[in-house]
């Protein structure tokens, strides 16, 4: 039986040299022509590259008359405590919520750009566009002391006058003096002429500040040397 069926095997067609090919071409499937469509950009990826370019676009608008911006630990805040340090604020002074990465790339170029060390972490941003920097800084240490927060909800850093203040200098930027205050110092301390005091005063609070110093210095300085004149 066995020889029989590898008898019936060996049969002209099978042994023919184009059998091979002829089964092939019964065998094989043709094959469904690709249906792929070259790649585009997906909608969602264009809005998101566009919703990007407006937060920077939000960013460098603030950065205009921008006295000081310091950067604000939120993690764990809540929208409430937000709002209400934002209705805190005066109008000189714009809390923003953004990227590190949109903010970093809105600063640069500028004297701000020395805020990068801070730029980690959830933060949200504090622009100041005015030179009363005290009253500005405050409101957000005060609802931190009544509501509690977490001592790593602090400020992670700040920049005025392209210089970084890291969160262990922040006394010196909230103890600064108002210009109500340089100017009540200037009146009392100063003798010099009108022109030159009017000149004076409408220079930025800390050159005020640095007048005034100087000044008192040549006073003393003045005082000694007298008795030996």
């Not at 977490?150 to 920049?159: I, S």
Request: hydrophobic share 40%; charged share 25%.
């Amino acid at each position: 039986m066995e020889a029989a069926a590898l008898s019936s095997l060996s049969s002209p067609f099978l042994s023919s040299p184009h059998s091979h090919s002829r089964i092939n071409r019964i065998l094989t499937f043709p094959s469904r022509p690709s249906r792929r469509t070259p790649t585009l950009p997906s909608i969602r990826a264009t809005i998101t590259r566009a919703k990007k370019e407006e937060v920077i676009a939000a960013v460098k608008v603030q950065l205009e008359n921008c006295y000081l911006i310091a950067g604000i630990r939120y993690e764990g805040l809540t929208v409430k405590q937000l709002q209400a340090v934002r209705k805190a604020l005066p109008d000189s002074a714009k809390l923003m919520v953004a990227k590190n990465t949109l903010v970093g790339k809105a600063i640069e170029g500028t004297q701000f750009e020395a805020l990068k060390p801070c730029l980690n972490g959830m933060n949200a941003y504090l622009f100041v566009h005015s030179e009363e920097i005290p009253e500005a800084l405050m409101p957000y240490r005060t609802i931190q002391k009544d509501e509690k927060f977490d001592e790593r909800n602090d400020y992670v850093g700040a920049v005025f006058e392209g210089k970084f203040y890291g969160p262990d200098e922040f006394k010196a930027l909230e103890t600064m003096p108002s210009r109500a205050e340089i100017y009540a110092k200037l009146l009392g301390t100063l003798q010099m002429p009108a022109i030159s005091l009017v000149g004076t005063l409408q220079a930025p609070a800390r050159n005020l500040l640095l007048v005034l110093q100087a000044y008192v210095k040549k006073l003393e300085a003045e005082q000694e040397a007298a008795p030996a004149s």
